[in-house]
């Protein structure tokens, strides 16, 4: 009891000091994307193995095949029963091959949405734990859908009933991580990183240059603090001290203590209320200006155009 | 929910009522085409739909330029949203600042964004169409973009319409960060919203339609054309080569082979496209789902001088009716109507 409340204490000011110090140092991001991607980290069936008694692995969708580098299935969490959905890295070199280095197909999405079925089936809770470099890009992978695919995915988080929670463990980079990633609840934990592009695929495209992943990495500043910061995530989950991949038994302690509460909450809410607010959270992510312009619409009409004024002082100056 | 979202709305409650200054657009201009050499002048790309006469090459297309074409060759389409702006949330600079990038965009383009929404009559029906344009930033889908298309499902519900959504991105756009994956998101709530309005979604991939838009609301229409020879992926094929080291064919993703794939329903050719697309609204008209009366089309269309008196009439109205109201909320209702005094909130 005691002890974790101290380790709360020391956390936040830890998250405090990242939230509050000018923009994240270079090294900051570089740091967090390599613990992120720590090959001692715990992944989801590491956690999944502390926080069930028992699990019933699925496989396969259905369809074409078992994708590996997502595993899911159905455990029973503090006494009921919950649907979990994951994306698995290996750890050894046959391992990682099998895993597909935890970038998974359509396959595997498709697998992950006969488990959001199941879920909304049996009316129980769903937990995503996210950790992947992207959706695999491969020429099969093109063939069955990808894009399809991870959109379908996406549609089915924003429409399963059931309460949901999504945790990026890891690295989450990409629509291969969003694909399982839109649920009521979205939490992060402490090294973790999330992202529109791994910094290697960043650099590539706007540097031209692969080798200049640690600015990319920089700029694109993925840390759990800038996500917390754009509401992107609702709560960073603490790690232990070092890191999650020091103490497998500790950071799935943490991260069990703040999985149950979200269940709990999200569980007390009534089901369109929450639906709702799912819906409104999404919505809303983003940041743009809105200048004042002309009429009520500011309508253009026809064959006819309006300079974009991209001086932010002369719409606020027409007052 | 940990916090708000980053939003600039300046000065939205106290907009002035008058036409802005309209610049004229910048004349289409002409074109040799890249596979058969055929020359075409100005006129003749418009009349053609920027699509060669000789071998049926699509040229690239401005989405105003497609909105005419889409309309008819009329000038009634209706642009809305013109007023927003991308921001830079992240500060970023990669060869150059984020900021300068978008001011260059919308100096070569005439755009405010990646993406115009509008309203127009397509054969007739109506609809909201969000047509994307390659040429500004790649069409890369930023917070505007999102927002932009989210508002245009929540317009076309407003209307009871369909939507028209004619893609054209390299996918999300990276300067934004995070930010821009969560577009995707966004997209796909504002699809859900058309889905429990029973609305209709007619998406139109034009090349080339990559990344993040083709893995969001790109993939999820309820009838889904492509023009001939776009290049349809999640990832492109200079990706795939580098990261499985595979030789891909030269048709690889293109919209004939995503047919093979059955990735979409038809490959139809620009020309086509206004009576392909008419027909499916035709086919999917519901003057039930029709809003009516169409009041905020009303208020959007309205002139200055023209909205205050829809605002006396109105005031006038809810006045007439204080007396049947009960006391504690008619109070509320004639101290909203009240005219204001300097502040406004
Ligand atoms: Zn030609």
């Known amino acids: ?319 | 929910m940990s916090q708000n979202p980053i939003q600039v709305t300046v000065d939205r409650l106290k907009r002035i009522a008058h036409i802005p200054e309209r610049a004229p657009r910048k004349p289409a201009d002409a074109g040799t085409c890249p596979k058969c050499q055929s020359h075409f002048s100005s006129e003749e790309m418009v009349a053609n739909a920027r699509v060669c006469t000789n071998c049926a090459h699509h040229f690239a297309i401005t989405a105003r330029e497609r909105l005419d074409h889409l309309a008819g060759g009329h000038d009634e389409w209706r642009e809305i949203w013109t007023e927003l702006r991308a921001s830079d949330p992240l500060q970023f600079v990669d060869l150059e600042p984020y900021p300068d990038r978008v001011r260059k965009a919308e100096q070569s383009t005439d755009l405010g964004e990646a993406v115009v929404v509008a309203e127009l009559e397509i054969e007739g029906e109506l609809c909201v169409a969000a047509i994307m344009d390659f040429k500004f930033m790649g069409g890369s889908m930023g917070s505007v973009v999102g927002e932009k298309i989210a508002r245009g499902c929540e317009r076309a519900i407003e209307l009871g319409v369909p939507l028209v959504a004619i893609t054209s991105s390299g996918g999300a756009r990276m300067q934004e960060g995070v930010l821009a994956l969560m577009q995707m998101a966004k997209t796909v709530v504002a699809f859900e919203e058309m889905a429990d309005a029973n609305l209709p979604i007619i998406v139109v991939l034009t090349h080339p339609t990559t990344g993040g838009v083709w893995a969001s609301f790109a993939a999820l229409g309820d009838f889904t054309y492509a023009e001939p020879g776009a290049l349809i992926a999640f990832s492109g094929p200079r990706v795939i080569e580098q990261t499985t080291r595979e030789k891909l064919p030269d048709d690889f993703g293109k919209a004939e082979q995503q047919l093979l794939n059955g990735q979409i329903d038809a490959v139809v050719d620009r020309r086509d496209l206004p009576a392909r697309i008419g027909k499916v609204l035709r086919i999917c008209h519901r003057p039930d789902l029709a809003a009516q009366p169409p009041l905020a089309n009303i208020i959007s269309q309205a002139s200055g001088e023209r909205m205050g008196r829809i605002a006396d009439a109105v005031a006038e109205t809810i006045t007439q009716t204080l007396p049947k109201l009960p006391k504690k909320i008619a109070d509320r209702v004639a101290k909203a109507i009240e005219p204001r005094g300097g502040d406004d909130r």
């Open chain 1, 1 to 319: 009891m005691s002890s974790a409340k101290s380790i709360g204490g020391r956390f936040v000011k830890r998250i405090a000091d990242k939230l509050h110090t000018a923009p994240d140092a270079t090294s900051d991001s570089w740091d967090a994307i390599q613990l992120a991607r720590h090959q001692e980290r715990p992944y989801p069936l590491d956690y999944i193995g502390r926080f069930c008694d028992e699990f019933e692995e699925l496989h396969g969708d259905r369809l074409f095949r078992d994708d590996p580098a997502i595993v899911c299935g159905i455990g029973r969490y503090h006494g009921e029963p919950v649907a979990f959905i994951g994306e698995q890295k290996g750890r050894d070199t046959a391992d990682r091959q099998y895993r597909n280095f935890g970038m998974p197909g359509p396959e595997g999405y498709r697998k992950a949405m006969r488990v959001m079925n199941l879920a909304t089936k049996l009316d129980i809770p769903l937990v995503t734990l996210i950790d992947t470099p992207g959706a695999f890009p491969g020429a099969g992978a093109e063939e069955r859908g990808q894009g399809g695919a991870i959109a379908r995915s996406i549609a089915e988080m924003v429409r399963i009933q059931v309460p949901t929670v999504a945790v990026i463990i890891g690295e989450g980079s990409s629509g291969g991580a969003l694909a399982i990633g839109v649920a009521d609840r979205v939490l992060i934990m402490e090294n973790g990183t999330y992202s529109v592009i791994s910094p290697e695929g960043g650099s590539a495209i706007l540097w031209r240059d692969a080798g200049k992943a640690r600015l990319a990495a920089a700029a694109f500043r993925p840390t759990a603090a800038t996500c917390y910061r754009f509401g992107v995530v609702d709560a960073v989950v603490p790690e232990p001290e070092g890191g999650a991949h020091k103490d497998h038994d500790e950071a799935a302690r943490l991260l069990d203590q703040y999985l149950q509460r979200q269940l709990k909450e999200l569980r007390a809410m009534p089901r369109a209320d929450r639906l709702r607010q799912r819906r409104e959270r999404f919505r809303r992510l983003g940041a743009h200006k809105e200048f004042a312009i002309g009429d009520p619409s500011a309508v253009v009409s026809g064959r006819v155009d309006l300079t974009a004024p991209s001086d932010p002082s002369a719409p606020q100056a027409a007052k």
